[in-house]
């Protein structure tokens, strides 16, 4: 297994450009989230999803886009990049569909993401 | 609506010493408490967690917190740190019901650094 995957490692992007981040898993987990982590900040909730073709606004999510079409992936849509998204984003996934009430989250290793 | 609160952003302790690291909460439902860690480069790993029965908990690693209902608190002790211990701690809080299953809220972390 290899567990969640986030492409890529590292990103840097114009003010204005657009971009996804992705991410899979290969557990068959139901519940994929995305947060984003700034320093004294911890980790703030972007968009989270309970299934396929299911997803929900977490404590952040403008300027963000997911969509869930399959069970093992859950992009997330940068529409237009801003100083302010300059962060690490991690993708985490947990089984059950209750998410990480329920069952831990498994978390990528993140991906760094510059904007200037 | 929840919250959780970390005091102290860094804490630094001696090999061999008693590592504590303060967590308050604030939930609206009863809560389901969390320990997270992250070491360097690395995504999250769950340490331990409190959702229902005995408020003292042991996770992985040595690590126990006790949920106090009365203090709002979730504190994570370990008797004796190691320096593989160095890492950045975070407390998170769940709710119980409705949309709040889905929903992890962080604290701002602890770095916890270990001397030799």
């Known amino acids: 297994n290899a567990g969640v995957t986030q492409t890529p490692k590292f990103q840097v992007l114009k003010t204005g450009q657009s971009m996804t981040l992705q991410c899979a898993q290969d557990?068959?987990?139901?519940?994929m989230s995305w947060y984003r982590q700034d320093p004294g900040m911890g980790l703030r909730l972007i968009h989270y999803?309970?299934?396929?073709?299911?997803?929900d606004q977490g404590e952040v999510p403008n300027g963000y886009n997911v969509s869930r079409s399959t069970t093992e992936d859950f992009p997330l849509r940068l529409l237009s990049a801003a100083p302010s998204q300059t962060s690490v984003y991690f993708c985490?996934?947990?089984?059950?569909?209750?998410?990480?009430?329920?069952?831990?989250?498994?978390f990528g290793n993140g991906t760094r993401l510059t904007v200037t | 609506a929840q919250s959780v609160t970390q005091l102290g952003s860094h804490v630094s302790v001696s090999e061999g010493a008693l590592v504590l690291l303060r967590c308050n909460y604030s939930?609206?439902?009863?809560?389901?408490l969390f320990w997270y860690v992250q070491y360097p480069n690395q995504g999250l790993q769950l340490l331990l967690k409190?959702?229902?029965?005995?408020?003292l908990v042991k996770g992985i690693n040595g690590f126990e917190a006790e949920f106090k209902k009365s203090e709002t608190s979730f504190h994570l002790t370990k008797p004796s740190a190691h320096m593989s211990d160095a890492a950045e701690y975070f407390c998170?809080?769940?709710?119980?019901?409705?949309?709040?299953?889905?929903?992890?809220?962080f604290g701002q972390g602890t770095i916890l650094t270990v001397h030799p």
């Open positions: 557990m068959n987990h139901e519940y």
């Open positions: 939930s609206s439902v009863p809560p389901y």
């Open positions: 999803s309970v299934g396929a073709g299911i997803t």
């Open positions: 985490a996934s947990s089984y059950h569909n209750r998410g990480p009430y329920n069952s831990p989250l498994h």
């Open positions: 409190y959702t229902t029965g005995a408020t």
């Open positions: 998170a809080v769940s709710g119980s019901g409705g949309t709040s299953y889905g929903k992890l809220t």
